[in-house]
């Protein structure tokens, strides 16, 4: 046991290179540990756990190794370390861009950037609701994306421009199953319909029931996980109607619950919160 204490004392000493341990010491722990809690949270659900252990595996090989001086295992995993490191940021590009973006949403432009007074608010829903319920009644899907914080700009550029006022027949007429824009996402930045027929990245996400749902719903939740927008989904199958937000879902809205999850989630000012899904 005192051998024990001895060891920890010496590595606490190492880490705090023989100084006495001040608040600066202890800020710098708590700045780790709320980094790699995070980072954990950022991971969890996705494939990146798996790696993540992969790369835990082979440094407790390497450590084996070193301490039983296995020379050539040792030097082999060096080199495969050496390029793990440029192999690793390509592995994890998709979780790296959205921690990069969520971080980007809590900057101080954060509130300049979102929807602006109750009025405009207020517009908006009120004609994403009128949309939905057309949408819905005439049997067609729909999905409708709405910018936030987040640029939607590289998404809008792959659809055709619209550059429209926002309003439900305009929507209504774009979803129609004989029009040629109906297949795809049409993405809306204010009370403006920048374009339609986009097409939205289908990734992994860490909604464990993804694989129930349709083309639309999947792609809703993977933009909504990479980004801070909010997404209308009509199912054409069912008609029902869905919000996701944050990488996750919530199914068969009702007019009222349809207006209610839509204005608060536009005048929060940060990253909604993940809400329990349903089944749409």
Known sequence: MEQIRQQLDRLLSNLLNGQ?????????????AVFIYYVL????????????????????????ARSLQLTLTTLLLQALFAVALIALVVVFQPELR???GQIGQLGPLN??????????????????????????????????????????????????????????????????TRSPLHDGAVIVRGSQI??????????ET??????????RHRAALSISAQTDAI??????????????????????LDEERLRRVLSSLLRSRIQPLPFRSKAS
């Not at 199912?235 to 944050?246: K, V």
Request: hydrophobic share 55%; glycine share 10%.
């Open 20 to 32: 006495p341990l001040g608040w600066n010491n202890v800020l710098d722990v708590v700045i780790v």
């Open 41 to 64: 949270v950022l991971i969890r659900g996705t494939k990146a756990v798996q790696l993540l252990i992969g790369v835990l595996v082979l440094v407790l090989i390497y450590w084996i």
């Open 98 to 100: 959205r921690a990069l």
């Open 111 to 176: 509130r300049l950037l979102l929807p602006g007074g109750e009025e405009q608010i207020e517009g908006i829903v009120d004609e994403l609701v009128r949309a939905a319920l057309l949408i819905s009644e005439a049997k067609h899907g729909a999905l409708i994306v709405l910018e936030r914080a987040t640029g939607l700009q590289d998404y809008s550029e792959t659809g055709v421009p619209v550059n429209g006022k926002l309003t439900a027949e305009l929507l209504a007429s774009i979803f129609m």
């Open 194 to 203: 920048l374009a339609a027929a986009c097409l939205l990245p289908l990734e």
């Open 206 to 215: 860490a909604e464990r029931s993804a694989h129930r749902y349709g083309m």
């Open 231 to 252: 997404v209308v989904v009509v199912s054409e199958e069912t008609q029902a109607i869905s919000i996701a937000a944050g990488g996750r879902i919530i199914g068969a």
